[in-house]
DNA sequence: CTGAAAGCGCTTACAG
DNA sequence: CTGAAAGCGCTTACAG
């Protein structure tokens, strides 16, 4: 375990820790080493593998070159992917990423929070769930490099990075619209998240403006607590119940899927009996038959800039706050044919 | 960011920072602190919100409660299910983790393994890549706990946790053959790693016993590292030059999506025209159209005694190595029907 | 029963 | 141009 330490080359070079200090931190120049004690310890620096502790140098600077991602579920495809592309980008600037799942709970969100701040991370990644506005300004005013992901927090003046849901979810009323469905009912998640809150939004301005009706009933609020078993059932019961259905929005992936399981179960053909969209692709989705048209996010384009902001806030002190919003891409497949 | 420290509580109580970090550590009735002393320091920690810091601590101990998760693919489903719960699980000891993934690339895996150790992780959760055996046996020589993950490394005695890759696979060849099928195409990936091989043998074996041929040709391997679009073409050039196939059985899950994907696009019916089915599970396979029948991981399982064996060998010193081998289960869908 | 002191491996203000 | 020394916040062997 012992690994070569600074004293180790500094006595080999016959030099003082100081020195190897200055010179392995490229501040040779600035503080005026000769070139040739320089080099010498360069040269044996990387003959032993000198690796530097970075604990000790942690606990000199303050600084750990980690960051924390937070975020709903790993387990889910849209996040992990975000934790793929976070890792690697990370890794090209020299940091490593601590990672949890709220599964949308408070108190879960507050104690990855606690500890990440414990293990001194660098900077945060993080998907907030509902109520957290209090730990959030916390870290603003601490001054922590912060970049909220997938949603926002209204009022709170941060760095995020998200989807245009709004834009995506009218346009997904759009294509419905267009292909002739007025009848059009919504799944969602019952919570009052702001990215959610945009969606509906987006789809109610569609039906307005094209003058179709859109009644509170035709909108189904499914919890996130409750298991997929009974999530399905209520899936089947908003379609029975509203038989003039001609259309269903689900306003994201995972209720999709179990769009697809009630809708099977209920013998219902999607594409001919009812026009089928979601927000989110998936394999699922690109798979089926007939395929499911979708609202796609740009997973990658996402993850690229929550890291590319937390980089420039982390090497930077200028502060100005980024706040970025990727178009969502419609992706048509055969789930909303042109209405007969 | 200026936290409270060991010498504020020890300033406040009176006493030295040793008492304090004795009574904090839980070693007050070995070091025989009295009583009072050590309710009193407890009380003013709790009251001052105290956390150890863990860059001190583990510069002094050498620990960082940390471990390191190395997988194939964090955006795999598999894997980001066994994250999920390695990070739930880990949680609870106090662990956290820290993540990367191989791409099934060599020097991948050596460069995540070197910045791992560089961190001082107190162990490690490994999926190896092939050509990685040194890497491995340095690990163990240097004593560190260790476990690997969905496959081991032949002749290295190792902790590993993995599913039954023989027996699921035997029990798919027995599926289709118990349905009629004898004329069976398999494809699998280019590659040696051990739990394909057994994949493979279990198919073979159960061949062999029902006296159903299974020559060469029946067996497509497919590089890891080709493209969807081109193992996409390779599966369909496969299934059209040999006609008289009657079955299929996918080795992984990702090629038994690219083989649905072939498969339509070929319109071949599954089900009906060819006998389908996959090792590993998905979303995919339990909704599509005809479900599809396939060999199941106990995932859950596999994370929790893949957690379960290294929180042992972090916390007890008696290192006898665990092998886990965990059952396959074949989940019966409808993408093999009877033969008729 | 309790404390002073050393030391983990770095960085950096200060001195020369 | 280079080095001695302090200090980050802990733990622990040693002393009393």
Redesign the interface.
């Known amino acids: 375990?012992k690994g070569v330490s600074i004293k180790d080359i500094a006595k080999q070079a016959g030099v003082s820790p100081t020195t190897v200090s200055f010179v392995l931190n490229g501040k040779a120049k600035e503080k005026r080493i000769s070139e040739q004690v320089s080099k010498k310890i360069l040269k044996i620096a990387s003959k032993l593998k000198y690796?530097p502790?970075?604990?000790?140098r942690?606990?000199r600077t303050?600084k750990?070159k980690?960051i924390g991602l937070i975020v709903e579920?790993?387990?889910?495809?849209f996040f992990?992917?975000v934790?793929?592309i976070v890792?690697?980008e990370a890794?090209k600037y020299g940091y490593?990423?601590?990672?949890?799942?709220t599964e949308d709970n408070v108190d879960k969100a507050k104690g990855l929070m606690e500890?990440l701040e414990?293990?001194?991370v660098d900077g945060y990644i993080i998907t907030p769930t509902a109520q957290m506005e209090k730990e959030i300004e916390a870290l603003r005013h601490?001054r922590k490099p912060m970049v909220l992901l997938d949603r926002y927090i209204p009022n709170v003046p941060t760095n995020y990075v998200m989807v245009n849901n709004f834009q995506g979810a009218y346009d997904a009323a759009n294509h419905l619209l267009n292909r002739g469905y007025t009848k059009i009912g919504l799944v969602t998640i019952a919570s009052d998240q702001i990215q959610m809150k945009e969606r509906i939004d987006g789809f109610s301005a569609a039906m307005k403006a094209a003058n179709a009706a859109f009644p509170k009933k035709m909108i189904k609020k499914i919890s996130f607590h409750i298991s997929k078993e009974e999530s399905i059932r209520e899936i089947k019961n908003f379609v029975e119940s509203n038989p003039q259905m001609e259309g269903i929005f689900f306003a994201t992936n995972y209720l999709g899927?179990y769009g697809?399981?009630a809708l099977?179960e209920m013998g219902v053909a999607i594409g001919k009996d009812l026009a089928f969209i979601s927000f989110d692709d998936?394999?699922?989705f690109r798979?089926?038959?007939p395929g499911i048209t979708c609202i796609a996010q740009p997973i990658h384009d996402i993850a690229r800039n929550v890291i590319q902001v937390l980089m420039n806030e982390l090497n930077n002190n200028k502060k100005e706050v980024n706040q970025i919003i990727l178009p969502a891409q419609l992706v048509v497949r055969d789930s909303c044919l042109l209405k007969s």
């Open positions: 375990m690796k502790n970075q604990l000790a942690g606990l303050g750990t980690t579920d790993i387990a889910n495809l992990a992917n934790a793929k890792e690697e890794d490593k990423v601590l990672y949890g799942s500890v414990y293990r001194q601490a899927i697809l399981e099977k998936h394999d699922l798979l089926y038959t």
